[in-house]
């Protein structure tokens, strides 16, 4: 039989694990965000944009600090999303777009590339990047996660957005890794201080 430890103890390690965890607030209070959206698709991703704009504005954004650029499709997101990221204007992007598998496999091309290029503008410009971007076998599916059964993804990634951006704030503010008192104890290379020199001989009268 194994032992399970006193649940005093196992709160008390929970408790200790909960204050070492980082967590982004959904706060989105003075922050920024770059919204690109796909016109392919539009009846569904429409709907995304909509959900994902009410999404930032309940969670405390402002109008004015949330931008909004349409791209032709899905393809285009990842390039529209690293120039607006290398502006450094956004705290976090939002990418939203719909993809629905045809009888080729244009679809698996274009969701391997999108899915790629938008991880890649994320880690190369350290601007956290939302995936709204729904791969769907049917439009059924497209439409039960544009705000049916499957709730709407919009939503889900605008609140992934200011996650995001709030948590990489956390982490800068983080102290740093080297402590500074340990960097002052040690030994200097070059001392500074002067060489002692031997005393000099007073001449006796």
């Known amino acids: 039989m194994k032992n399970i430890p006193p649940r005093n103890t196992a709160k008390g390690a929970e408790d200790k694990i909960r204050k070492k965890t980082l967590a982004g607030k959904l706060d989105a209070g003075g922050l920024h965000f770059g919204i690109i959206v796909s016109r392919f698709n539009e009846f569904i991703t429409d709907r995304l944009l909509r959900s994902a704009y009410d999404g930032l504005l309940r969670s ?9 650029v349409r791209v032709p499709g899905s393809f285009e997101i990842p390039s529209a999303a690293r120039t ?3 502006t450094k ?28 290029g938008i991880g890649q503008s994320a880690q190369e410009t350290g601007v956290p990047h939302a995936f709204g971007v729904l791969t769907c076998e049917n439009l059924e599916q497209a439409i039960d996660r544009a705000g049916l059964k499957m709730g709407n993804k919009g939503f889900e990634a605008a609140l992934a957005a200011i996650e ?14 080297v402590s500074k008192t340990a960097v002052s104890r040690q030994p200097s290379a070059i001392s500074k201080t002067k060489p002692r020199t031997a005393p000099s001989k007073k001449r006796k009268r």
């Open 89 to 116: 204007k956004h705290d976090a992007i939002i990418c939203l777009g719909c993809l629905i598998r045809g009888d080729t496999a244009h679809y698996d091309v274009i969701v391997n590339e999108v899915t790629r």
């Open 60 to 68: 405390g954004a402002r109008e004015k600090d949330i931008d909004i």
């Open 164 to 177: 995001m951006a709030n948590l990489k704030k956390a982490i800068s503010h983080q102290p740093s890794a």
């Open 84 to 86: 607006l990221a290398e």
